[in-house]
């Protein structure tokens, strides 16, 4: 689908949309759980609907209603063979495979060729040690036999997503255990998110140094509401560094959430001649980040590795649609530097890569000029009502 995106200003307030981390979070420990838990204040995106049909394959009853999911778990239930569908969530088939190891005599996980084609050698790893067969072909993911009740090892410079999958799975063991990350650590703080729902339904667990400790017990039923999502907000927010005025409500204060920076480093960009920023332990903000920079004169982002590995190549499909602009981009390893003095009218139209953040960037950056994006239905992965909200803020565009 394409869009044709008018030049106008953003403004307004509008209210922060549901966080899918903790959405995805709340989601599976209810699932795990004893008794009917009632999560309110859902947005049912792409993964969200991912993880509620791999949580309804574990066993688990679901229902919903308006913006509320009640579920009744499965307390531990194990099942002979699964099959679950993640579309194209890289968190489900993470956060879900060591569930699977741990609860399924045999799991097959499907979904996007581009999220089977992305890297689990920590789970490769684990599957060796333990003994669990580990078969991938460019059409499933499959599991078979069980995680050991034991302490964890895994790097700490790669997802954090490998590290809250065994920690879920942990949950379920009687005794205590832990997961210890080796070398540089990587988006903690959507660790502290894991905890912070493992806590609220009731297992205790907590990062000490590099190692994360669960303790054994079982997860209870609970109603819980999830709070508004940083990552997303932040492409609402981007506006006001392009002349709008926007008001971004629902977002705690307190917040536990990574991307909550985001606040600080757009202060940088207003502030500071070509910033550098350090984006290690907040990727997704990678797309908007480089968006802005080429709007603010340019800058440099560090840390960047793991935007090879997400929806697209983030790094080098932003660099791809900057240079539609005119903007110029060096993406190296771990590093993004751009030169920018100014966007020019894009001659050719622009492409969201199949990614949600690609997508939304682009279209930031079209509300300065004009222009045309291909695409557009990617939004619907993380914010399926994206553009409904900013045709409220007075952004104008229209379907050709």
């Known amino acids: 689908m394409k869009y044709r995106i008018e030049k106008s200003v953003a403004s307004g307030t509008v209210t922060a949309p549901p966080s899918k981390s903790l959405a995805h979070r709340y989601l599976i420990c209810a699932a795990l759980a004893g008794g009917t838990s009632r ?9 969200i609907l991912a993880t509620i049909d791999c949580i309804r394959a574990l066993g688990a009853k679901v229902k919903t209603d308006a913006d509320v999911v009640t579920v009744t778990g499965i307390t531990g239930q ?8 993640c579309r194209e969530s890289g968190s489900t088939i993470r956060l879900m495979m060591p569930i699977a190891m741990m609860l399924c005599g045999k799991a097959s996980f499907t979904g996007s060729e581009r999220l089977l ?17 580990f078969e991938r072909s460019g059409q499933s993911i ?14 700490g410079n790669i997802s954090s997503q490998f590290a809250t999958g065994l920690l879920f799975a942990l949950s379920l063991s009687g005794i205590e ?11 903690l703080s959507y660790i502290g998110l894991t905890l912070q729902a493992l806590k609220a339904f009731g297992v205790d667990g907590e990062i000490e140094g590099n190692r994360i ?10 109603d819980i509401s999830v709070e508004g999502d940083y990552s997303n907000a932040a492409f609402l927010d981007a506006f006001n560094l392009c002349g709008g005025k926007v008001s971004v409500e629902g977002l705690a204060q307190d917040s536990l959430q990574g991307d909550r920076i985001y606040k600080k480093y757009f202060n940088m960009l207003l502030s500071v001649k070509k910033p550098v920023i350090d984006i290690s332990d907040c990727p997704d903000l990678g797309p908007v980040l480089m968006a802005l920079m080429a709007v603010r004169g340019g800058g440099t982002l560090t840390g960047t590795a793991r935007l090879k590995i997400k929806e697209s190549d983030r790094a080098a499909a932003m660099a791809e649609e ?79």
């Not at 859902?42 to 993964?47: G, K, T």
């Open 78 to 85: 194990r099942k002979d063979s699964v099959s679950f569908n």
């Open 39 to 47: 999560i309110s204040n859902v947005a049912f995106s792409e993964d």
């Open 177 to 187: 255990s832990s997961v210890t990350l080796t070398g540089r650590i990587e988006s």
């Open 117 to 133: 084609s992305r890297p689990f050698s920590v789970y490769e790893d684990i599957a060796k040690q333990d003994g669990i067969e």
């Open 322 to 400: 900057l240079s539609k602009f005119g903007v110029f981009c060096v993406v190296s390893e771990n590093s993004v530097s751009i030169e920018s003095s100014g966007l020019k009218k894009p001659s050719e139209v622009l492409f969201g890569h199949n990614d949600h953040r690609i997508v939304m960037s682009d279209v930031t950056l079209l509300s300065l000029i004009g222009g045309e994006i291909e695409g557009v239905e990617a939004v619907a992965k993380s914010y399926p009502d994206y553009f409904d909200v900013i045709k409220e803020l007075g952004i104008g565009f229209e379907e050709v």
């Open 213 to 222: 400790r669960i303790a054994g017990g079982r997860l209870s039923a609970r």
């Open 142 to 155: 499959i599991v078979a036999g069980s995680l050991k009740e034991r302490d964890y090892t895994i790097p």
